[in-house]
């Protein structure tokens, strides 16, 4: 039996948690290096923020300069390092966009790939052993969830992902993300790994300033939501495209280089952010499988520490 129309486009709680088998096949870290088995830790393909001090010892070629420890080198007379190990609860925090702007898609909706995607990176988060929380950006008041451990924590992200998912078309409002994102710099302890998903539609300058800040002492990445549609044109014709009381009249063919044109714009600005930050950016379309983009965008991003 087929499920009503309205359950095939915004996914339920328990497509949600169904993704928890699949997610064993995503590594957030990819591979964990362990430092020695009395530390216990294990390194980051990051870069290595949000490490917790283990030890001073003399210091060696190629170790960091930035991680000097100048009061222990002027105290013993010889140049000492720190030595750090990562948490084993990382904190994880996903920022997903549940704005107007994302209920669109003609394959699936970028909200319900976003929804998707976001169950997968909350589950294999919650495989590590790692902590489980987040802040959905919506229309009306933005959802801050603290990142906790276990199943209970996924289970109440996943739930109010289901709960706030955009299902009335409005109007993308301009600055929406900036909101979520300044939420974030407010409660997000240094250490955390931050997905944001997101069509990247409503970030302004204020927002890739939050975003800059955010990268300073935690782990970035960025997926963006897009539909082919967004990129392509529709074939040659007349369409009333838009939202209820705010349509307008197009014709493709005419409007075809000025569409791509801003597609491509768009799409540039946010690699060049990307290498700003020294973060990941993996695209994510509607017609995609979220779990094999996934794995691959982490895959190529990843690097041994």
């Avoid at 964990?32 to 830790?41: D, F, Y």
């Avoid at 790939?113 to 009306?140: K, N, Y």
Wanted: glycine fraction near 8%; hydrophobic fraction near 40%; include cysteine.
């Amino acid at each position: 039996m087929s499920r009503p129309p309205e359950e095939q486009i915004f996914p339920t709680l328990g497509e949600l948690i169904a993704l928890r088998g699949p997610a064993y096949g995503l590594e957030l870290g990819a591979r964990r290096l362990a430092l020695s088995v009395q530390a216990g830790g294990y390194r980051s393909v990051y870069r290595g923020r949000g490490l917790e001090f283990d030890e001073v010892r003399i210091y060696q070629p190629g170790d960091e300069v930035r991680d000097i420890d100048w009061r222990v080198t002027a105290r013993r007379g010889r140049v000492h390092t720190k030595l750090y190990r990562e948490e084993r609860d990382r904190p994880v925090l996903l920022c997903t966009d549940l704005g107007a702007g994302m209920l669109f898609g003609s394959r699936r909706l970028k909200s319900a790939q976003a929804l998707h995607a976001a169950a997968l990176l909350a589950w294999a988060a919650e495989h590590a052993g790692d902590r489980v929380g987040g802040i959905l950006v919506t229309e009306g008041v933005h959802r801050a969830l603290p990142a906790l451990p276990r199943r209970e924590a996924v289970l109440r992200l996943l739930e109010a992902l289901v709960e706030l998912q955009p299902r009335v078309p409005a109007l993308p409002r301009p600055g929406l993300l900036d909101e979520g994102l300044a939420r974030l710099v407010r409660t997000v302890h240094p250490g955390s790994l931050i997905p944001v998903l997101s069509d990247f539609q409503s970030l302004n300058g204020e927002g890739e300033r939050l975003l800059k800040r955010l990268a300073m002492h935690n782990d970035l990445l960025l997926i963006w939501l897009f539909d082919p549609l967004e990129a392509e044109p529709p074939p040659s014709g007349r369409y009333r495209l838009g939202v209820p009381g705010r349509l307008i009249d197009l014709d493709s063919r005419t409007a075809a280089p000025r569409w791509r044109e801003q597609f491509a714009a768009h799409r540039e600005r946010l690699q060049r952010l990307a290498r700003r930050l020294a973060c990941p950016l993996i695209p994510l379309s509607t017609d995609d499988r979220p779990l094999p983009r996934l794995v691959q965008g982490l895959a190529r991003h990843g690097r041994a520490a």
